[in-house]
């Protein structure tokens, strides 16, 4: 999951985006909205933390404007506004969901995986396919109810199949969404984690389509 954390609060923003690396999340923080509204428009992230307190407009001027121009991404709106109008603020402008400061972390994560799962039409926090499954909220594998031991990496390319699964992913796609946008790797890179995840899960689990990329198969290759 690759998140972009709208914040200007520097201390703030730096323990919560480590917090979530640590949970095997990608974050790229930035300060203000101009920062964020570039990004929005020039890479690819799976959801968005947006603080409304900008010191370039207020985050729901902001978050309107995306939405008018159809950046449809899940928005989790994270506050110190308490009263009810400013929520209803954030929702009418296009936030998906709300937390206010102060919050813990965890609840945050479980919020984000949450719009995550559901933005690709997951209502269980359970991901299955065939034998195969992947808790979204633990980051725990498991085949044939058996766990399933992958690195940080390999688990977020198995995860990112499986919210995409059956659509096919391409290298591109893979890239943008499930490594740094400055340690985005060479097309070698992504052929070796995926043969890793295939020793791993099987080799029929993952099919490559030539010219188009991968998709994860459930355990009849279907």
Same mark, same amino acid.
């Given at each position: 999951? #690759? @998140?972009?954390?709208?914040?200007? &609060?520097?201390?703030?923003?730096?323990?919560?985006?480590?917090?979530?690396?640590?949970?095997?999340?990608?974050?790229e923080p930035v300060g /203000?909205?101009?920062?964020? &509204? =570039?990004?929005? #428009? /020039?890479?690819?992230?799976?959801?968005? *933390?947006?603080?409304?307190?900008?010191?370039?407009?207020?985050?729901?001027?902001?978050?309107?404007?995306?939405? &008018?121009?159809? *950046? +449809?991404?899940?928005?989790? @709106?994270? /506050?110190?506004?308490?009263?009810?109008?400013d929520k209803a603020a954030? =929702?009418a402008a296009g936030a998906?969901? $709300?937390?206010? #400061?102060? =919050?813990?972390?965890?609840?945050?994560?479980?919020?984000?995986?949450?719009?995550?799962?559901?933005? $690709?039409?997951?209502?269980?926090?359970?991901?299955?396919?065939? &034998?195969?499954?992947? +808790? /979204?909220?633990?980051?725990?594998?498991?085949?044939?109810?058996?766990?399933?031991?992958?690195?940080?990496?390999?688990?977020?390319?198995?995860? $990112?199949?499986?919210?995409?699964?059956?659509?096919? !992913?391409?290298?591109?796609?893979?890239?943008?969404? !499930?490594? +740094?946008? +400055?340690?985005?790797?060479?097309?070698? @890179? *992504?052929?070796?984690?995926?043969?890793?995840?295939?020793? #791993?899960?099987?080799?029929?689990?993952?099919?490559?389509?030539?010219?188009?990329?991968?998709?994860?198969?459930?355990?009849?290759?279907?």
């Amino acid at each position: 999951m #690759k @998140v972009l954390l709208v914040e200007d &609060d520097q201390s703030l923003a730096e323990a919560l985006a480590s917090a979530l690396r640590d949970s095997g999340l990608l974050v790229e923080p930035v300060g /203000t909205g101009g920062e964020a &509204d =570039f990004l929005l #428009k /020039t890479e690819r992230y799976d959801v968005v *933390i947006l603080d409304l307190g900008l010191p370039d407009g207020n985050g729901t001027h902001w978050l309107s404007r995306w939405r &008018d121009e159809q *950046i +449809d991404l899940p928005v989790l @709106v994270l /506050t110190a506004r308490e009263r009810w109008s400013d929520k209803a603020a954030g =929702f009418a402008a296009g936030a998906d969901d $709300y937390v206010t #400061k102060p =919050f813990e972390t965890a609840e945050v994560l479980f919020r984000l995986r949450a719009l995550v799962r559901r933005s $690709y039409g997951h209502a269980h926090p359970v991901l299955n396919l065939g &034998d195969l499954s992947y +808790d /979204t909220h633990g980051g725990q594998v498991t085949l044939a109810g058996l766990p399933v031991s992958l690195t940080a990496q390999e688990t977020r390319l198995l995860g $990112y199949l499986m919210h995409a699964a059956p659509r096919i !992913v391409s290298r591109t796609e893979l890239s943008e969404h !499930v490594y +740094d946008r +400055d340690q985005e790797p060479d097309s070698n @890179v *992504i052929d070796v984690q995926i043969g890793r995840l295939r020793r #791993k899960l099987g080799r029929d689990r993952i099919e490559t389509v030539r010219g188009q990329g991968y998709r994860i198969l459930d355990a009849g290759g279907a």
